[in-house]
């Protein structure tokens, strides 16, 4: 057992220093992102402020991914990953250089984190190629794992330290806080030797856009691949809809605003992921399926509809953390899937399509999930409707009765949606795309 262990470390050694490092980098970035939120809201004291910095991130992502794709896959993901760490640093540097400056504005907010952003459009891929580069294939699933854990290590630390730093030292600390980790991130990928893929099957006369698309083509050619996304884009949607877009709207409108409670359920939110992580990352699984994709997916809606029915902070409580303990594994599953079955040569530019066509229906989500909770369910649960009246024994009579309702609606088309698909064939790889290093037609 001791020999295997060793075995294990010594195998992920380069991957273990990449992902401990980023990890501290990510924490001083969610630090930093916390306090900005905070400077922000005392500057304007409106929720707008707060949202535009969240769209200003956002939205780069959407617009740029798939070229930093194709970009990730040609070019040398050490020094991507390089030059990506040192803007977000000079990001940070000129927030400092302004604040100190007592020159910082929010508009100023608004574009740096579009250009880190933008960057971060790049880093992504190259870090994901650079992950399957460092990891051998029987440890996909225990690395994706490790992610999970360390993401949902920084989502439940990062609001708690930086408020505590930004009480005791301001603005200005968790900045300096935030390029010391930088520090640690750049210096680790300088000395970290990263293998270089096998080269991409280019045509000679494919132009620059069409090799963009050909992480498009692949998904397409790869039908399985391209109808789980799709698949998970509808996931996406229907989860924004329901607790993961209108948790905190939830929460506070059945506790009367109570922000202890949403503060405990979102702990468990966090939790739930990591615990998710840790299992997978503790687990001897050596691949991935399909049908562990859905079969989470069906655990997600139900415990969605567990949460909607729950009347209790501990219900609340319990129903979160297995709904996102479920979320985590699904997502760790499915990234185990597309390592192994995208060749390296071109995960970049697949990972980048994969993930702008699943995440593009978030926005929506979001949108139409407070519009549809605000105009429609919440006039519908009223007493003097006839399903108000039906389903307030069910749901409960207090404020929140109507985003139940969109809950239990929302979680079970996602209950049916999922089961469907476990059972259609149509999601299982063919035996000509499910070969090893396959590479799309041209």
Same mark, same amino acid.
């Given at each position: 057992m001791k020999n295997n262990k060793k075995s294990i470390f010594s195998s992920l050694r380069s991957f273990l220093a990449l992902w401990g490092s980023q990890s501290v980098s990510s924490m001083g970035t969610?630090?930093?992102?916390?306090?900005?939120?905070?400077?922000?809201?005392?500057?304007?004291?409106?929720?707008?402020?707060?949202?535009?910095?969240?769209l200003s991130s956002f939205l780069p992502t959407i617009l740029f991914r798939f070229l930093a794709g194709a970009i990730a896959d040609r070019w040398d993901k050490k020094r991507?990953?390089?030059?990506?760490?040192f803007v977000a640093a000079c990001g940070t540097v000129v927030i400092f250089a302004l604040h100190s400056a007592s020159m910082l504005q929010i508009w100023h907010l608004y574009v740096i984190n579009f250009l880190l952003s933008l960057m971060n459009s790049f880093q992504v891929p190259a870090a994901y190629v650079a992950t399957s580069l460092l990891v051998p294939k029987e440890h996909y699933t225990r690395t994706g794992g490790l992610q999970s854990i360390s993401g949902a290590i920084v989502s439940i630390l990062s609001p708690a330290l930086g408020g505590l730093v930004l009480a005791r030292g301001g603005l200005a600390a968790v900045l300096v806080i935030d390029l010391c980790t930088f520090a640690v991130a750049l210096l680790t990928l300088v000395f970290l030797p990263i293998p270089k893929p096998p080269a991409a099957p280019e045509k000679v006369n494919e132009s620059f856009w069409q090799n963009c698309l050909s992480g498009i083509k692949y998904l397409r050619q790869h039908r399985h691949l391209m109808k789980l996304t799709m698949f998970i884009a509808a996931v996406n949607l229907l989860a924004k809809l329901g607790p993961d877009g209108l948790m905190p709207a939830f929460i506070l409108s059945r506790?009367?605003?109570? #922000? &202890? /409670?949403?503060?405990?359920?979102?702990?468990?939110?966090?939790? *739930?992921?990591?615990? @998710?992580?840790m299992i997978l990352a503790l687990s001897k699984a050596e691949t991935s399926s399909i049908r562990a994709v859905f079969l989470a997916c069906v655990c997600i809606f139900l415990t969605g509809m567990g949460l909607s029915l729950s009347r209790s902070a501990v219900g609340w409580c319990l129903f979160a953390f297995l709904q996102y303990l479920c979320a985590a594994v699904m997502n760790i599953h499915w990234g185990t899937i597309?390592?192994?079955?995208?060749?390296?040569?071109?995960?970049?530019?697949?990972?980048?399509?994969?993930?702008?066509?699943?995440?593009?229906?978030?926005?929506?989500?979001?949108?139409?999930?407070?519009?549809?909770?605000?105009?429609?369910?919440?006039?519908?649960?009223? #007493? &003097? /409707?006839?399903?108000?009246?039906?389903?307030?024994?069910?749901? *409960?009579?207090?404020? @929140?009765?109507?985003?139940?309702?969109?809950?239990?609606?929302?979680?079970?088309?996602?209950?049916?949606?999922?089961?469907?698909?476990?059972?259609?064939?149509?999601?299982?790889?063919?035996?000509?795309?499910?070969?090893?290093?396959?590479?799309p037609e041209e």
């Open positions: 969610a630090m930093t992102e916390y306090a900005l939120i905070v400077w922000s809201y005392g500057q304007r004291g409106s929720a707008s402020s707060v949202t535009l910095l969240t991507i990953m390089l030059l990506a760490d506790t009367n605003g109570s #922000e &202890t /409670t949403l503060g405990l359920v979102q702990a468990f939110v966090a939790i *739930g992921i990591m615990a @998710g992580g597309m390592r192994t079955e995208v060749p390296l040569a071109l995960q970049g530019r697949v990972f980048s399509a994969r993930d702008t066509l699943q995440n593009i229906t978030i926005p929506a989500g979001l949108y139409l999930g407070g519009v549809l909770a605000d105009a429609i369910f919440e006039p519908l649960m009223n #007493e &003097t /409707t006839a399903i108000g009246r039906a389903l307030l024994p069910l749901l *409960g009579g207090a404020g @929140g009765a109507g985003i139940a309702f969109q809950f239990l609606l929302v979680s079970g088309i996602g209950f049916v949606l999922s089961l469907v698909c476990l059972s259609n064939p149509g999601f299982q790889p063919t035996r000509d795309a499910s070969k090893d290093g396959a590479s």
